[in-house]
Nanobody, 126 residues
């Protein structure tokens, strides 16, 4: 069993920065890709960014490219999402998730991820 916990959310003004952390406990997740997703009220969860198991393969949705950076520290079992130049449209609940299947590449599909954190609220004021 893997447990994921997001932290680092909060309220920030437009143009500001936040760093989300996804900390894993229980079974290791170093052999798995990890993704960040976000969900707006009344909407489906959507892909934000993903990182491969060793950190060499990164993927971002177009709206966050150049502003968000995903990284991981497998020794600490933490995946980070550094969010800069935040916009009100980034306001959402952010979730981290472990990719289904060890040694597989990251994807953008919600159903490809099996373990999820509880979510962290990010609110960007204008």
């Amino acid at each position: 069993q893997v447990r994921l916990a997001e932290s680092g959310g909060g309220l920030v003004q437009a143009g500001g920065s936040l760093r989300l952390s996804c900390t894993a406990s229980g079974r290791t997740f170093s052999g798995y890709a990890v993704g960040w997703f976000r969900q707006y009220p009344g909407k489906e969860r959507e892909f934000v960014a993903a990182v491969s198991r060793a950190g060499g393969n990164l993927d971002y949705t177009d709206s966050v490219k150049g502003r968000f950076t995903i990284s991981r520290d497998n020794v600490k079992q933490v995946v980070y999402l550094q969010m800069n130049s935040l916009e009100p449209e980034d306001t959402a609940v952010y979730y981290c998730a472990r990719k289904l299947g060890i040694l597989t590449s990251p994807t953008r599909l919600v159903n490809d991820y099996d373990y999820w954190g509880q979510g962290a609220q990010v609110t960007v004021s204008s």
